[in-house]
Structures are given as C-alpha cells and as structure tokens.
C-alpha cells in the first residue's frame, strides 16, 4: 500500500493534470490574493468569438487546409493483425512505383495491435500513395492474442508484454478503517458499475504537415501543445529544441487524444526529411478509430455502508481498467474525494490488451469514476428512503479525502445544488424510483462533479503596444476549439480600456512564451492571470508615461477608449496613438511580460458541478430520451460567459454520447475492430441533444491566482452519465449499471424487475 505516494500523485494531478509531464512550477512564487469581483466591462460578460467569423466562413486555415509548394502526401501502412511476428518486408514495389518519393519501414520484429504502423510512403498525390501501400509486401506469422478485458485477465491469456503480467496494480489507497465503519452501518450495499471503450473522434481527423530548411525543421500540427510536441519531436528526431517549431492555428477538436506527440507527426518529419519535400500526413477517419487513443473501459465493483440518518461508514471501490497497450484511468479520485466518509479503501488495477493504447479523454477517469460512484450513491440513498440530493447534502465537506485532508481553497458546490436543483423543478421527481406509470416512464436524476483545472504556474504572456498605440498579446498556448484567443483578448481590452476585437491576439506557435499543453482544463486558469499580468503592467506604463505629459498624476488617470484622461479634467486626454509619437521609446516600455504565479499551499484547488437531468424510458423499446438537462458550475469567476456556455453544451453533448450510444466493439476471434467509422460507431446527433441550461456560480477563488477563475473543460462532460443513469432510475426504478444504456440493456434491466 502506497498512500503517500498515491497523495502525491492527486496533488499534482488536482492542480496540473499530467502525471506523465510532472510540470509542477513548486519553484513559483505563489499568486498574490486574487481581485475583488468588480465592475468589468468585458470579463465575465458574453463576447462573441473574435475569430467567429472566419471559422464559421471556412476561411481560418485548419492544418488539413494548408498547402505548401512542392508538399507531398504521406500514408502509413498498419498491421491488420492483433499480433504477429513480422517475417519479412518487402518495400521494393513501392519504392519503383513513378511519383513515389520516400519509403520508409517503421515496425520490425512484431506488432502489438491491429492498427500498428508497420510502413510508410510519401508521393506526388494521394492515389499515388495508396497504390504504393498496396505494393508493400509484409510477411506476417500471427500469434496468441488477446482483445477481451475477462480474457485478459485469465490464467491463461496470452500475455501481452513479455515482461509483465497482463494484471497489474496501478493505483491503491486507504484511509481509517473500513471494516469498523460497514460495522457502523444499518445498510451495506454491493455494486458493480461498468463502462466500454469509447473511441476519440475529434470533427478534425489528426494530421501533420513537417517541412525542413537546412537543419531546422516546422511542422503544422493538429496538437494540444505546441511546447510539449515540439520538444517531444526534437528529442525523437535527437535533435535541439531550438530548431523545432511548431504551429497549431485553428483546431476541430483534440479532447486529449492530441494532448502528446502523435506517431504520424514523426513519420511526416521522417519522409519530408528522405524526400527533401514537405509531407502532409492526414489520418483516415479508420485510422483515427484504430490509432489515436481511447477512453479505457472500467469494471468498478463498489461497498458501501450507510447509517438511516444518511451517514456513510465506510466505501471500497476495486476497479479494473483495460487502456489496451497502455495503462487504463484511475477512476478512485471522485470515489475518495467527494462525499464525506472517514473509511475508505480503493485499488485501481490495470488489465493489458493488444488493442491501441489508450490516451487521455476529457477527464480521464474521473468520468467513469463518476457514472459507478455516483449512480451507487443514488442506490444507497434508495435504501434508507433517502431522497438523493438530501443524502449528498448530508455528506457534503469542505475538506478534500472525504473530508478528511486541507480545505478546498473555493468551494460552490451548494450554490450547484440549489441553482440546478429550482431549475429542473426537483421536486417533479418520483419520491420513488419507479412509482409512475404507463408505457413511458418520466424521471429525475442528478449527479456531481470534481476536476482539478488550476492551471499551470510559470504561465507566460508578452503584451506588446506599438508606436501606433495598437496592442498584441502573444502566448504559446494554442486555441482547440475553446475560444482561447477571444478569452486573451477580453481580459487584455479590460486591463487597457479597449475593446477585445482592437487587440491582435497571436498563440499556436511554440516560439511564443511558454504556455502548457491545452488540456486537463488548465488553459483559462494558466493563459488568463498570465495575460492579465501583463495587461496591468502595460496599463500601470501607459499612465505614467501619460501622467509626464498631462502633467497629471498617475493615480487619477483611467484608460478607456483607447485614451488616458483624468476623469476631473476633460481637457487632460491623450490618445495611445499619441503617447509614443515623437519618441524612440525604449523597448522595455512598450513589451510587457505577464506571469501565471504560483498556488498557496495548504489548499486543494478543485471545481465543481452539478447536473440535473430529466429523461423518458420507453418501458416497450428501452429507448432513453433526454429531455433536458441542467448544468451547474463553480470553476470560479467566468472570463467569457458565452465561451463558457458553448463549452458547458459541449461536454453534454458528448456525455450523452458516450451515455447512450458509444463503445467500441472489437472481435475477439480475429482481433480487429468492427466499427472503425462514424457509420457504425454510433454518436449522438442533433436529434438526441435537449435542452441544455448552463448555470454558473460565477464566485472568485481568493486564492487560486490573480482573476480567481478555474478551468473548465473536462467538468461539464464528469457527471452527465450519472446524472442520466440516475434519472433512468427514477423513471422506471430499477438502475442500469453499464453505458452505453443500449435499449436492450435497458429492456434486459425492465424485465428482470417486472419478473421480480
Ligand atoms: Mo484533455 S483529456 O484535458 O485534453
């Protein structure tokens, strides 16, 4: 038993998501308190994206979009085996076909999954290419694999990694006493929740375009974090980071499966490298099912003990989790996190597969934690005749562990409740689970959410003000689909009296000032303080220099409209366009560097959330509908309402998704993939989206860093499966414990309660 190492481990994850990247910043002074709410103008209202237009008219440049002279297309070969022994290879067809520039092999030895890279080509076109893959002969002798989780994990599976069990530990902790707390208890319940593999299929298939100059090489990524990929690139090719760039302009969507380098990154700079051209590579929509990462399945078999006043005793999780070749998600932290219980023990167990290795996916872990623990929670409620939110009330704490750790630094979860719970009308609910009637059921359910997203220390911004008075924010952060750059922009206009379409707003470029990687929601609560840093200490420059020429002290100068003026003396105005005129001005007067500093300790960062939900089963065809949905937030204060809205419909939308549709169907006598597209991969349509009702609690961490403001990515995508799942079980009184809720598990549920 590990515990202080696992402590460790949530501590950095709590506040930076990547365990793998340990970017942690301990050597950051901590964030001076955060400001006050005021009275802004452009933060916290509701700014139309600055770039709207462009994206919506199909003119911002994504990378499948970009064309550079004399750039060849690239195209990867994959194993269709789930494992074998690669016999021989054969490049020599490919390599006399005409137009074909670059061949190159990229496995030897065996493969690992059906779906590894084995060869690529660059030519002239893209025909050219697939005719050449055809020409490459691979010898292969197929050998014992295993596809299935239960087989895997049997005596005698074939073992995937030669060196290792396909069973192993991943992730174990404990608190008090478990025993002695089902021993308090007047109910004890046993559950076990499952969720599938859900495939990443980001609108933007991912894609890469590397193209070299002498030593120095440029790539054109479809990435999450043009720093990371860039000295990840550098150091698989062994060569400087500095003479690696790497750009990301515009983006469809990464939900992490982009958040690390991506193989076909590599290959594009390898062949651009053999044929002296630059090569774009763009992965198939088949590609991506098989290649790019998934979210792993869980098994997660829970204990729980309950007093009648509603008290938890004590909570076991075991969960076994299958990431294929890579590690599957804790899914303990909410387990362990969210509701107050003194006892508590969980183990997450990893279960290997020869399937693509897994990559994170809007919050890993966290939201399939969420669907077991929090589905089980409405299971204990039901048991003493507890209506659930009372129950969550009941356990709520204001400390992390369960309320045994530091206090949480800002905590809006109550607010969650009361807001959602007036704005689904709670009280429709059934009192019961299942005592309504007819053929369809109506039910209310809710569930709630914990992330971490409290950016990234060391965060870096440049604002720049030119001769001409305009403003220009850099930072190597990059936009995935978010709003980055409206968000920059707002924050930079509030600082300097502007409007945000006035400031030019340049990210997606790893030459920019250090951001991290878009991802574990920590873009807002890293780039956001950043920028106002350098906005304050821009706006501090522009009266003094102004308080020299008005002859006015600094302190009774404002900025708005892109002027200074003493607010007692209309005559006392000037211009920014005229505060430099005339004058060299020295640089260190016209770039401003901002900073995201550290977090005080002695507090855990966390947002929260909270969802309500109402559904209709259709007790004949077991067809779920949402009807609605209402989703609470507290990620401190809101730096662009409409952004954050767009956001919070988002991760809905995909937990519906993922609720009732998606999972990856492999099979298990041949080991390949049996839907690789988005015909057979079923994903929700306009047709399954409700109404979503985002709600804010719009409160100011004091603490967290200079604007209060947490993130918000993975949050409202945490609790939407439970919050269904609960509401299914209101509806018809009998829980479906495994997503995707398919119509014939919800039959299979229906009519083992009707049989009693
Ligand atoms: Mo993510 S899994 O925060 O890109």
């Known amino acids: 038993m590990d515990t202080k190492r696992h402590i460790d481990d949530w501590e950095i994850s709590s506040r930076l998501f990547d365990e793998e990247t340990g970017e942690i910043g301990a050597d950051i002074p901590p964030a001076p308190p955060a400001e006050e709410p005021q009275d802004f103008k452009h933060i916290g209202a509701r700014t139309p994206r600055i770039d709207g237009r462009k994206i919506v008219t199909g003119s911002a440049p994504y990378t499948q979009d970009i064309k550079l002279r004399g750039m060849l297309i690239g ?70 694999f295993v596809v299935q989780e239960g087989r895997a994990m049997a005596d005698d599976a074939p073992q995937v990694y030669d060196d290792r069990p396909n069973v192993q530990p991943y992730r174990d902790y404990k608190r008090g006493d478990v025993e002695a707390g089902f021993k308090q208890a007047d109910v004890v319940l046993e559950r076990t929740y499952k969720t599938s593999v859900e495939i990443h299929h980001p609108a933007e298939t991912h894609s890469s375009i590397a193209k070299w100059e002498g030593d120095r090489l440029t790539v054109w990524d479809s990435t999450q974090a043009v720093h990371s990929v860039r000295n990840a690139l550098a150091s698989a090719l062994q060569m400087p980071f500095s003479r690696v760039k790497v750009i990301k302009q515009y983006m ?45 399945s869980t098994v997660q078999k829970m204990k729980g003990g309950v007093k009648k006043d509603g ?62 623990y929090d589905g089980f929670m409405d299971e204990l409620a039901a048991a003493i005749d507890m209506d659930p939110l009372e129950f969550r009330r009941k356990n709520y704490t204001e400390n992390n562990l369960g309320g045994t750790g530091i206090p949480y630094s800002s905590k809006g979860l109550n607010q969650c409740y009361d807001l959602g719970a007036e704005a689904i009308g709670w009280e429709r609910r059934n009192r019961r689970p299942g005592e309504g009637s007819g053929k369809i059921r109506r039910g209310l359910g809710m ?60 990210l997606g470029d790893s030459d920019y000032p250090y951001a991290p990687i878009s991802g574990g929601s920590l873009t807002t609560p890293s780039v956001a303080p950043a920028v106002r840093d350098a906005a304050l200490k821009a706006a501090e420059a522009l009266k003094r220099i102004a308080a020299q020429k008005l002859e006015v002290p600094a302190e009774s100068l404002v900025l708005a409209d892109g002027k200074v003026f003493d607010p007692d003396n209309q ?35 966390n947002s929260f959330g909270a969802h309500f939900v109402e559904v209709e089963v259709d007790t004949e065809t077991g067809r779920i509908r949402v009807l609605k949905v209402v989703a609470a937030h507290e990620v401190g204060r809101i730096i662009n309402r409409q952004t954050a809205e767009s956001q919070v419909v988002g991760g809905v939308t995909q937990g519906i998704s993922a609720t009732l549709f998606e999972q990856r169907i492999i099979d298990g006598t041949i080991g390949s993939l049996v839907n690789p597209n988005l015909r057979d991969y079923k994903i929700a349509t306009s047709l399954d989206v409700p109404e979503i009702i985002p709600i804010f609690v719009d409160m100011v961490d004091p603490r967290i860093n200079i604007l209060g403001t947490k993130g918000l990515g ?22 479906i414990r495994e997503i995707p809720m398919t119509p014939d598990r919800v039959l299979s549920a229906w009519n083992q309660k009707e049989v009693g």
């Open 75 to 144: 195209k990867i070969l994959r194993s269709p085996h789930a494992k074998a022994e690669i016999v021989s290879v054969d490049l020599s067809g490919a390599k006399s076909l005409k137009g074909i520039k670059a061949v190159l092999q990229l496995a030897e030895g065996k493969v690992d999954f059906a779906g590894q890279q084995v060869a690529a080509v660059a030519a002239v076109d893209e025909n050219t290419a697939e005719e050449a893959l055809r020409l490459i002969r691979v010898e292969y002798k197929p050998l014992p």
């Open 252 to 296: 469809g969507g990464g939900f992490g499966s982009k958040l690390a380098l991506s193989n076909q990154t590599v290959v594009a700079a390898k062949l651009a490298r053999i044929s002296g051209h630059p090569v774009k590579i763009i992965l198939s929509r088949k590609d991506n099912s098989l290649c790019v990462g998934n979210r792993p």
């Open 311 to 372: 008290t938890i005793t004590a909570l076991t999780l075991v969960n076994h989790t299958s990431g294929g070749l890579r590690r599957g998600d804790s899914c303990s932290i909410p387990f362990m996190e969210v509701y107050r219980c003194e006892n508590c023990t969980v183990d997450d167990i990893t279960v290997y597969m020869n399937t693509g290795a897994s990559r994170p996916t809007r919050a890993p872990g966290h939201t399939q934690g969420t669907f077991g």
């Open 447 to 506: 569930a709630t959410q914990i992330w971490g997203g409290a950016g990234v220390p060391g965060t870096l911004a440049d604002l720049m003000i030119y001769p001409d008075g305009s403003v220009e924010i850099k930072c190597g952060t990059q936009d995935i689909g978010c709003g980055t750059r409206t968000h920059m922009a707002v924050v930079a206009a509030e600082a300097l009296g502007l409007d945000p379409r006035d400031i030019t707003v340049k």
């Open 571 to 605: 005559e006392k105005t000037i211009a920014y366009s005229e505060l430099f005129q005339g004058q060299e001005r020295p640089r260190r007067e016209t770039v401003f560097h901002g900073e995201r500093k550290g977090l005080p300790p002695g507090y855990a960062y």
């Open 714 to 735: 993975e949050p409202p995508r945490i609790p939407i499966s439970a919050a269904i799942g609960n509401a299914v079980y209101n509806a018809i009184g009998v829980p």
